[in-house]
C-alpha cells in the first residue's frame, strides 16, 4: 500500500454516510445557478428573465480561457439574472429559475445502458467536454478541458484518478465509485485517449474496500486502466500529495502538475467526461453527502445544480437544533456557511453539520515548541515559525525564505497543534501578503 | 439557523492538547517514580511532594501576583518540572533542598524567560544543576536502594560513576574497581540496584516510561536513540584502546543518570529541537559531551552539563536543520 512521503495526520474519517445509496433529489420550485461555479472567469448568462429552459439547456457561456460553460439543472422559466450571495459570500450573477416539469433537453441519453467504446476522436471529445462545462469535481472547479490540453512540449506520462477521498466525513466519491464504476472508469479511459496514451491509475484509500472492488471489476476490459489502494492519510487527495504517491515525484514549488507529467482528475470528474461524451448530458448534477453525528439519517443525494442547501438539508430530514456549524465540503478544508439558502454548485461534495461540542475552538495556549505541526506539515514547512514571523509582524522577506507561498492550506497544522494556536488563519493572511509582494516584483 | 459559527477551515481538532501530553509525561514517569518509592521510602516521597508542590505554588504566585497573568499551573508543565527534579534529587536528600531546587527551577529557569515554551533551559536540570553547585555535599550523600519502606536506617553508597571515578584516582584499574564492587554488574543496574538519584534506581522502569511516550506518540525516538548510540559507540571505542581506564558501553549506558536525561531531559520539547535532522545532531552533541565529561571531567557525572550545554544550541540548530521541503529535491 503506498502512500505520501511528507507529514499528514489521521483524523478518525467519521464516514457515517457510507452505507446510503445516492438517491436522485427531486428538483426544488426554485434553483439559483451561479455563474462563478469554476475557477477563473464568472459565466455570462445567455438567457433572459421570461425565457424558457430545458434541463441540459446552456445557460451561461464562458468569459475568456479560464472559464466555463453552466446548464440548467431544471426546466421552467427564468425569473431572474441578479448577482446574490453564493456559498462562500462573494456577490455573483446567478440565473434564477422557477421550476415546470422536469424536461430534458432531448438530445441527453438517459438510458442505464453502459456505452463502452469510445468513438469520438480527440478534438471532439476535448471540445465535447468543455461544451459539457466540465470542471474538477474535487473542490478546485478547475476547467477540466484547460487541465486536458498541456502546453506544446509537455506530456502526460500518468493519469491519475483521484479517489482518495480523504476528508472525514465525505463519502460522495466512495458511494459513486460503488454505483457507477463503470461510468468512471470509462470516462477515465476516454481522458487517457485525450491524453495520448498514458499510464492511468485510479487511487482510492483502504478504507473504502467496496469501492476498490467495484472499480478493479470495471476495469477488467481496460487493461491499461489499474487501481492503486492508498493509505488512509490525510491530506492524501491533495494533487501533490497523490502524485508523490503514485509516482515518487514532487512537484516543483511553483510548477503544475503537468511538468512532472502527470494530470489528476476527481472520479466525479471522471464520471461526468462519461456522461458528456457517451450519453451526451452536460455536468448539471452531482453526487453529494449531507452528513454529520448529530443528523439522524446522513444520506448521499444526486442533487440538481442550483438548489438551495437548505432545501437539500430538509430532504435529509432538516437542521437539527445541536447543529452549530453548517460546512460546505469535508471539515478540514470546507467553508463554514454563513447563509444556508445559497446554492449547490459544481464543486459542492458534502454538507457537513457539527455540533457546537465538535467544532469549538479552544483557548490558545503558548506554543511549547514540540513540532508536531512540522511534522503534520505535508509540504514540509515549519507552521510555528511562519506564525511566529508573520507575528512579529512585517518579517515578508523571512517568510518568504521559509517558503510560506508553498502552503496548500490542508489545516493539519492547526489540526494537530496541542497549544490551539490558530496556525492555519495566520499563515493564510501572510500568504496572501507575500505572493502579492511576489507578484508586483515579477509585473517590475 | 438561530446561532451558527462562521470561522475558516479545519473545523475540527486532533486530541492533542498541552494537558494531554503533560499528563501522558507524568503516566510515563510513574513507573519509576513508584520504584523510587520503593527504593527510597519515606523520604522520597517527602522530597517529591515538596518539588512538585513547590513548583505549583512557585508558577501560581507568579503568575497570579507578579505577572498578574492567567494562571497555567492546571497545564501540568510545572507538575512534570516537579516530578523530574525530585527523581534528579540524592534520595536522602533534606526537604529544603528540594524546596530551593523547585523554586530556582520555576522561578529563575522557567518563569523570568517568559515561562511555558519559551525558557532556554531545561527547568528541573537547572534546579538540579544549581543546587549541586550550590550544596555539594548534601547532593553528593547518596543512600545504596534498600528495602520497601524500611525504619532500619539507611547506609550510605556511592553511586557506581562516583565509585569508579574515585578509584582511577587513587590509581585502581576499572576492573579492580569492579571486581571489588559486586554490585556494579549491568544486570544489577538494569533492575536497580545500583545507588544514584531518586530516579536512576531502574533503567527498566525508565524503558517503560520510553515505550508508553512512544506509543502515544508524545515524543520521537530520536534523541533518546542517537544518544545511546553515540555513548555507546564512543565508549566502545575507548574502552577497547585502553580498558583498564575507560569503563564500556553497557556501565555507561545504564549508569548515573544518562536513562533518565536521555527519556525525559533530553526530549524536553520547548528545549529540544524541531526536526528530525537538528534532533539527531542534539543527541549525538549530548552524547558526546556525556561522555566527554564523565572521562575527563572532574564531575563524575556529565549528562546534565551535556544536556544544559545542547540547550544552548536549539535555537542555532531550528535555524539551519530545515524539515524535508516538498518539491524541492532533484527532479527525476
Same mark, same amino acid.
Given at each position: 500500500?503506498?502512500?505520501?512521503?511528507?507529514?499528514?495526520?489521521?483524523?478518525?474519517?467519521?464516514?457515517?454516510?457510507?452505507?446510503?445509496?445516492?438517491?436522485?433529489?427531486?428538483?426544488?420550485?426554485?434553483?439559483?445557478?451561479?455563474?462563478? &461555479?469554476?475557477?477563473?472567469?464568472?459565466?455570462?448568462?445567455?438567457?433572459?428573465?421570461?425565457?424558457?429552459?430545458?434541463?441540459? &439547456?446552456?445557460?451561461?457561456?464562458?468569459?475568456?480561457?479560464?472559464?466555463?460553460?453552466?446548464?440548467?439543472?431544471?426546466?421552467?422559466?427564468?425569473?431572474?439574472?441578479?448577482?446574490?450571495?453564493?456559498?462562500?459570500?462573494?456577490?455573483?450573477?446567478?440565473?434564477? %429559475?422557477?421550476?415546470?416539469?422536469?424536461?430534458?433537453?432531448?438530445?441527453?441519453?438517459?438510458?442505464?445502458?453502459?456505452?463502452?467504446?469510445?468513438?469520438?476522436?480527440?478534438?471532439?471529445?476535448?471540445?465535447?467536454?468543455?461544451?459539457?462545462?466540465?470542471?474538477?469535481?474535487?473542490?478546485?472547479?478547475?476547467?477540466?478541458?484547460?487541465?486536458?490540453?498541456?502546453?506544446?512540449?509537455?506530456?502526460?506520462?500518468?493519469?491519475?484518478?483521484?479517489?482518495?477521498?480523504?476528508?472525514?466525513?465525505?463519502?460522495?466519491?466512495?458511494?459513486?465509485?460503488?454505483?457507477?464504476?463503470?461510468?468512471?472508469?470509462?470516462?477515465?479511459?476516454?481522458?487517457?485517449?485525450?491524453?495520448?496514451?498514458?499510464?492511468?491509475?485510479?487511487? !482510492?484509500?483502504?478504507?473504502?474496500?467496496?469501492?476498490?472492488?467495484?472499480?478493479?471489476?470495471?476495469?477488467?476490459?481496460?487493461?491499461?486502466?489499474?487501481?492503486?489502494?492508498?493509505?488512509?492519510?490525510?491530506?492524501?487527495?491533495?494533487?501533490?500529495?497523490?502524485?508523490?504517491?503514485?509516482?515518487?515525484?514532487?512537484?516543483?514549488?511553483?510548477?503544475?502538475?503537468?511538468?512532472?507529467?502527470?494530470?489528476?482528475?476527481?472520479?466525479?470528474?471522471?464520471?461526468?467526461?462519461?456522461?458528456? !461524451?457517451?450519453?451526451?448530458?452536460?455536468?448539471?448534477?452531482?453526487?453529494?453527502?449531507?452528513?454529520?453525528?448529530?443528523?439522524?439519517?446522513?444520506?448521499?443525494?444526486?442533487?440538481?445544480?442550483?438548489?438551495? /442547501?437548505?432545501?437539500?438539508?430538509? #430532504?435529509?430530514?432538516? #437542521?437539527?437544533?445541536?447543529?452549530?456549524?453548517?460546512?460546505?465540503?469535508?471539515?478540514?478544508?470546507?467553508?463554514?456557511?454563513?447563509?444556508?439558502?445559497?446554492?449547490?454548485?459544481?464543486?459542492?461534495?458534502?454538507? /457537513?453539520?457539527?455540533?457546537?461540542? &465538535?467544532?469549538?475552538?479552544?483557548?490558545?495556549?503558548?506554543?511549547?515548541?514540540?513540532?508536531?505541526?512540522?511534522?503534520?506539515?505535508?509540504?514540509?514547512?515549519?507552521?510555528?515559525?511562519?506564525?511566529?514571523?508573520?507575528?512579529?509582524?512585517?518579517?515578508?522577506?523571512?517568510?518568504?525564505?521559509?517558503?510560506?507561498?508553498?502552503?496548500?492550506?490542508?489545516?493539519?497544522?492547526?489540526?494537530?497543534?496541542? #497549544?490551539?494556536?490558530?496556525? /492555519?488563519?495566520? %499563515?493564510?493572511?501572510?500568504?496572501?501578503?507575500?505572493?502579492?509582494?511576489?507578484?508586483?516584483?515579477?509585473?517590475? | 439557523?438561530?446561532?451558527?459559527?462562521?470561522?475558516?477551515?479545519?473545523?475540527?481538532?486532533?486530541?492533542?492538547?498541552?494537558?494531554?501530553?503533560?499528563?501522558?509525561?507524568? *503516566?510515563?514517569? +510513574?513507573?519509576?517514580?513508584? =520504584?523510587?518509592?520503593?527504593?527510597?521510602? @519515606?523520604?522520597?516521597?517527602?522530597?517529591?511532594?515538596?518539588?512538585?508542590?513547590?513548583?505549583?505554588?512557585?508558577?501560581?504566585?507568579?503568575?497570579?501576583?507578579?505577572?498578574?497573568?492567567?494562571?497555567?499551573?492546571?497545564?501540568?508543565?510545572?507538575?512534570?518540572?516537579?516530578?523530574?527534579?525530585?527523581?534528579?534529587?540524592?534520595?536522602?536528600?533534606?526537604?529544603?533542598?528540594?524546596?530551593?531546587?523547585? *523554586?530556582?527551577?520555576?522561578?529563575?529557569?522557567?518563569?523570568?524567560?517568559?515561562? $511555558?515554551?519559551?525558557?532556554?533551559?531545561?527547568?528541573?536540570?537547572?534546579?538540579?544543576?544549581?543546587?549541586?553547585?550550590?550544596?555539594?555535599?548534601?547532593?553528593?550523600? @547518596?543512600?545504596?536502594?534498600?528495602?520497601?519502606?524500611?525504619?532500619?536506617?539507611?547506609?550510605?553508597?556511592?553511586?557506581?560513576?562516583?565509585?569508579?571515578?574515585?578509584?582511577?584516582?587513587?590509581?585502581?584499574?576499572?576492573?579492580?574497581?569492579?571486581?571489588?564492587?559486586?554490585?556494579?554488574?549491568?544486570?544489577?543496574?538494569?533492575?536497580?540496584?545500583?545507588?544514584?538519584?531518586?530516579?536512576? +534506581?531502574?533503567?527498566?522502569? $525508565?524503558?517503560?516510561?520510553?515505550?508508553?511516550?512512544?506509543?502515544?506518540?508524545?515524543?520521537?525516538?530520536?534523541?533518546?536513540?542517537?544518544? @545511546?548510540?553515540?555513548?555507546?559507540?564512543?565508549?566502545?571505542?575507548?574502552?577497547?584502546?585502553?580498558?583498564?581506564?575507560?569503563?564500556?558501553?553497557?556501565?555507561?549506558?545504564?549508569?548515573?543518570?544518562?536513562?533518565?536525561?536521555?527519556?525525559?531531559?533530553?526530549?524536553?520539547? =520547548?528545549?529540544?529541537?524541531?526536526?528530525?535532522?537538528?534532533?539527531?545532531?542534539?543527541?549525538?552533541?549530548?552524547?558526546? $559531551?556525556?561522555?566527554?565529561?564523565?572521562?575527563?571531567?572532574?564531575?563524575?557525572?556529565?549528562?546534565?552539563?551535556?544536556?544544559?550545554?545542547?540547550?544552548?544550541?536549539?535555537?542555532?540548530?531550528?535555524?539551519?536543520?530545515?524539515?524535508?521541503?516538498?518539491?524541492?529535491?532533484?527532479?527525476?
Amino acid at each position: 500500500m503506498i502512500t505520501f512521503k511528507i507529514g499528514g495526520v489521521h483524523p478518525h474519517d467519521n464516514k457515517i454516510a457510507k452505507t446510503a445509496a445516492i438517491d436522485p433529489l427531486a428538483p426544488p420550485a426554485k434553483v439559483a445557478i451561479s455563474m462563478a &461555479q469554476h475557477l477563473g472567469a464568472p459565466a455570462t448568462p445567455v438567457v433572459a428573465k421570461g425565457d424558457k429552459v430545458l434541463v441540459g &439547456q446552456v445557460i451561461g457561456e464562458p468569459a475568456g480561457f479560464i472559464s466555463g460553460f453552466v446548464h440548467s439543472s431544471v426546466s421552467g422559466t427564468v425569473a431572474a439574472v441578479e448577482p446574490r450571495a453564493d456559498i462562500a459570500g462573494n456577490m455573483v450573477p446567478h440565473v434564477v %429559475i422557477d421550476v415546470e416539469g422536469d424536461e430534458w433537453d432531448p438530445a441527453i441519453d438517459r438510458s442505464e445502458t453502459i456505452v463502452r467504446d469510445i468513438t469520438a476522436s480527440r478534438e471532439d471529445i476535448l471540445a465535447r467536454i468543455k461544451a459539457a462545462g466540465i470542471v474538477g469535481m474535487g473542490g478546485a472547479t478547475f476547467p477540466t478541458h484547460v487541465k486536458l490540453n498541456p502546453p506544446e512540449g509537455k506530456k502526460a506520462e500518468f493519469l491519475i484518478i483521484n479517489g482518495a477521498e480523504c476528508e472525514p466525513y465525505v463519502t460522495a466519491d466512495d458511494r459513486l465509485m460503488r454505483e457507477k464504476p463503470d461510468g468512471i472508469v470509462i470516462g477515465a479511459a476516454i481522458m487517457a485517449k485525450v491524453l495520448g496514451g498514458c499510464k492511468c491509475y485510479i487511487c !482510492i484509500e483502504e478504507n473504502k474496500p467496496e469501492a476498490i472492488k467495484a472499480v478493479q471489476g470495471a476495469c477488467s476490459p481496460f487493461p491499461d486502466i489499474k487501481v492503486l489502494t492508498l493509505k488512509k492519510k490525510y491530506p492524501q487527495g491533495g494533487e501533490k500529495q497523490l502524485i508523490d504517491a503514485v509516482t515518487g515525484r514532487q512537484v516543483p514549488s511553483g510548477a503544475l502538475p503537468i511538468d512532472t507529467g502527470c494530470v489528476v482528475q476527481n472520479v466525479a470528474t471522471a464520471f461526468a467526461v462519461y456522461e458528456a !461524451i457517451q450519453k451526451n448530458k452536460p455536468l448539471f448534477e452531482r453526487a453529494m453527502t449531507v452528513t454529520g453525528q448529530c443528523l439522524d439519517n446522513p444520506r448521499n443525494f444526486m442533487v440538481r445544480l442550483g438548489t438551495p /442547501l437548505s432545501y437539500v438539508l430538509e #430532504a435529509a430530514g432538516g #437542521a437539527p437544533e445541536s447543529a452549530a456549524k453548517f460546512i460546505s465540503g469535508g471539515p478540514m478544508m470546507g467553508k463554514a456557511i454563513a447563509n444556508i439558502d445559497a446554492t449547490t454548485q459544481k464543486g459542492s461534495s458534502c454538507l /457537513l453539520l457539527l455540533t457546537e461540542e &465538535q467544532t469549538r475552538r479552544k483557548s490558545e495556549g503558548n506554543c511549547i515548541r514540540c513540532g508536531k505541526c512540522t511534522d503534520a506539515c505535508p509540504m514540509g514547512l515549519e507552521p510555528w515559525l511562519l506564525n511566529k514571523l508573520s507575528r512579529a509582524g512585517g518579517r515578508m522577506d523571512e517568510l518568504e525564505e521559509n517558503k510560506i507561498f508553498d502552503c496548500i492550506e490542508c489545516g493539519c497544522c492547526l489540526y494537530t497543534c496541542p #497549544a490551539n494556536i490558530p496556525l /492555519l488563519d495566520v %499563515i493564510r493572511v501572510n500568504k496572501a501578503e507575500v505572493m502579492k509582494i511576489i507578484r508586483g516584483r515579477a509585473k517590475k | 439557523m438561530s446561532k451558527t459559527i462562521v470561522s475558516p477551515a479545519p473545523h475540527i481538532h486532533s486530541e492533542f492538547s498541552t494537558v494531554r501530553l503533560m499528563r501522558d509525561v507524568l *503516566i510515563a514517569l +510513574a513507573p519509576a517514580v513508584l =520504584v523510587s518509592l520503593y527504593f527510597y521510602g @519515606w523520604n522520597a516521597l517527602l522530597l517529591l511532594v515538596c518539588c512538585v508542590a513547590t513548583c505549583m505554588a512557585c508558577q501560581w504566585f507568579i503568575e497570579k501576583f507578579l505577572l498578574k497573568t492567567t494562571v497555567t499551573v492546571m497545564d501540568l508543565s510545572c507538575v512534570v518540572t516537579g516530578v523530574l527534579l525530585a527523581l534528579n534529587l540524592p534520595p536522602a536528600a533534606p526537604w529544603w533542598i528540594a524546596v530551593v531546587g523547585s *523554586i530556582v527551577a520555576i522561578g529563575i529557569a522557567k518563569m523570568t524567560f517568559g515561562g $511555558l515554551g519559551q525558557n532556554i533551559f531545561n527547568p528541573a536540570l537547572v534546579g538540579r544543576v544549581f543546587l549541586l553547585i550550590s550544596f555539594p555535599v548534601a547532593m553528593t550523600t @547518596w543512600t545504596a536502594p534498600h528495602s520497601w519502606f524500611s525504619s532500619v536506617d539507611a547506609f550510605s553508597g556511592a553511586t557506581p560513576l562516583a565509585l569508579i571515578n574515585e578509584g582511577l584516582k587513587s590509581g585502581s584499574t576499572v576492573q579492580e574497581i569492579l571486581a571489588a564492587n559486586p554490585g556494579l554488574t549491568p544486570g544489577q543496574m538494569l533492575f536497580a540496584r545500583a545507588g544514584g538519584s531518586a530516579g536512576e +534506581a531502574s533503567a527498566i522502569a $525508565l524503558l517503560l516510561g520510553f515505550v508508553y511516550l512512544l506509543c502515544r506518540k508524545v515524543i520521537k525516538p530520536h534523541i533518546p536513540v542517537t544518544i @545511546w548510540l553515540t555513548v555507546a559507540v564512543m565508549t566502545g571505542i575507548f574502552s577497547l584502546c585502553n580498558p583498564a581506564e575507560y569503563t564500556g558501553p553497557l556501565f555507561n549506558l545504564f549508569t548515573g543518570g544518562l536513562m533518565l536525561g536521555s527519556i525525559f531531559m533530553a526530549t524536553d520539547y =520547548v528545549t529540544s529541537p524541531m526536526t528530525d535532522k537538528g534532533m539527531i545532531i542534539f543527541g549525538v552533541g549530548i552524547g558526546v $559531551l556525556t561522555v566527554l565529561i564523565r572521562y575527563f571531567g572532574s564531575y563524575p557525572e556529565g549528562v546534565s552539563f551535556a544536556i544544559l550545554i545542547m540547550n544552548l544550541a536549539v535555537p542555532l540548530l531550528n535555524k539551519y536543520c530545515k524539515p524535508i521541503r516538498y518539491g524541492y529535491g532533484r527532479r527525476k
